[in-house]
Nanobody
Framework: VKLVESGGGLVQAGASLRLSCAGSALTLSNYAMGWFRQAPGREREWIGA????????RLADSVEDRFTIARDNAKNTVHLEMNGLKPEDTAFYYC????????????????????WGQGTQVAVSS
C-alpha cells in the first residue's frame, strides 16, 4: 500500500469534510498529487491537483469555489478540504501520486498518476 485516504463519511448537504491522503513507503514530496472521484455508474473524474512543493494548486470548475487542496510534506500528507457539500458530490474519492522533478508541475491526466489510494467514500444527503 502506497497511499491511504481517510476522512470520508455520511454528511448532510452544506456540511464540510476534510479528506486526508497519507503516503506509506512513498515520499510524497517527490510527487505531484491529484484528487479524483468516482460516482456509481460514472467515469472517474479529476477534481484537483497540487504541485509537489504545494506552490501550485488547481481545482475543477465544478468544485473550485468549495474545495481546497493543501499538503504537508513534513507529515507526508495531502488534504482535500470540502465545504458546502452537495448531494452530487457523493462518490468515492481517491488520491493519486505522479512523480515529477518540477516543483510547480501538476496534471489532470489519470494516466500520469502511478500510485493510487484505495478510496474513501463520501455520501451527502439532501
Amino acid at each position: 500500500v502506497k497511499l491511504v485516504e481517510s476522512g470520508g463519511g455520511l454528511v448532510q448537504a452544506g456540511a464540510s469534510l476534510r479528506l486526508s491522503c497519507a503516503g506509506s513507503a512513498l515520499t510524497l514530496s517527490n510527487y505531484a498529487m491529484g484528487w479524483f472521484r468516482q460516482a456509481p455508474g460514472r467515469e472517474r473524474e479529476w477534481i484537483g491537483a497540487i504541485s509537489k512543493s504545494g506552490s501550485v494548486t488547481r481545482l475543477a470548475d465544478s468544485v473550485e469555489d468549495r474545495f481546497t487542496i493543501a499538503r504537508d510534506n513534513a507529515k507526508n500528507t495531502v488534504h482535500l478540504e470540502m465545504n458546502g457539500l452537495k448531494p452530487e458530490d457523493t462518490a468515492f474519492y481517491y488520491c493519486a501520486a505522479a512523480r515529477t522533478a518540477s516543483s510547480r508541475w501538476w496534471t489532470s491526466q489519470r494516466s500520469a498518476y502511478a500510485y493510487w489510494g484505495q478510496g474513501t467514500q463520501v455520501a451527502v444527503s439532501s
